[in-house]
């Protein structure tokens, strides 16, 4: 049974950035929610970014009216038919941009990160590629559905910084995947169940590196409007100096939040 839910999605360009790079794309219908954070010299990460979100809605929207269109790159046979279909979407805009880059030579070497959710009932399919995240919020608690593809990510695991040392690190925007660099791309593609109350935060890094997961949950645990959290997640990362652009989609599940809502409009109105 699908899962009612309700979206709010907002980008800023930050303070110090004349262009924003970031690109997303929301499609309810079909359950989609992208963020792609552009990169690329003479505003070709522009460019990289809206390939992106271009080629994934439309193979997914293709994908929805036609069963059998091919898969694009590798199946995972141990993940469900959604979370495949979403991979293809991802190696899809890999090629776009790819093929782009080489026909035009001031987008020579552009690229993107992406990080994607296609909800399908009660089953969150996540494809990553790069340092864009997904959240998910339950119960009080906030917890990353995605890894890092970056320099100061795999130092960490590996033991050698620590993540404070991570956040004062000058690599710490060296992404060590992306789309569109290579003619392949290794797309990380996981799913989890999600449940009435869950709610889910996609970003870019303008945000993560603004703030942290504990930073960011009294706002996703509020009890106000999701336009309202959109706005001060975006504030949040510009107090902090706005040094990138900032993209934030944040994503309710279940009737609760939007009758909660109600509610206290009646109030408002009435009182």
């Not at 956040?167 to 797309?187: C, H, K, Q, Y």
Request: aromatic share 4%; charged share 25%; net charge negative.
């Amino acid at each position: 049974m699908a899962l009612e839910r309700s979206h709010s999605a907002k980008s800023d360009t930050g303070l110090k950035r004349q262009h924003n790079e970031d690109r997303f794309v929301v499609d309810p219908r079909l359950g989609l929610y992208v963020i792609c954070d552009g990169m690329g010299g003479n505003n070709a990460g522009e460019i990289a970014g809206a390939l992106a979100v271009r080629a994934i809605h439309t193979h997914l929207a293709k994908a929805a009216k036609d069963a059998d269109l091919p898969l694009i790159g590798p199946g995972n046979a141990a993940l469900s038919n959604q979370a495949n279909r979403l991979a293809s979407a991802i190696h899809a805009a890999n090629h776009v941009i790819y093929r782009e880059s080489w026909r035009r030579l001031d987008y020579a070497g552009m690229g993107t990160t992406v990080v994607a959710a296609l909800l399908h009932e009660e089953v969150l399919a996540i494809a990553h590629v790069g340092d864009s995240r997904l959240y998910l919020v339950r119960n009080g608690t906030i917890q990353s559905l995605t890894t890092d593809h970056s320099w100061v990510a795999e130092q960490i695991l590996t033991g050698f910084i620590t993540e404070e040392e991570a956040e004062r690190s000058p690599s710490r925007n060296i992404v060590t995947r992306a789309l569109g660099v290579e003619s392949s791309v290794d797309v990380e593609l996981a799913e989890v169940s999600v449940k009435n109350g869950d709610r889910l935060l996609l970003c870019s890094d303008g945000l993560t590196r603004a703030a942290r997961s504990k930073d960011i949950l009294p706002i996703l645990s509020g009890s106000e409007d999701l336009a309202a959290m959109s706005d001060r997640l975006i504030a949040m990362a510009n107090e902090a100096g706005g040094d990138d652009n900032t993209t934030v989609i944040i994503v309710a599940l279940g009737g609760e939040f939007q009758t909660g809502l109600w509610e206290r409009l009646k109030k408002r109105f009435v009182a």
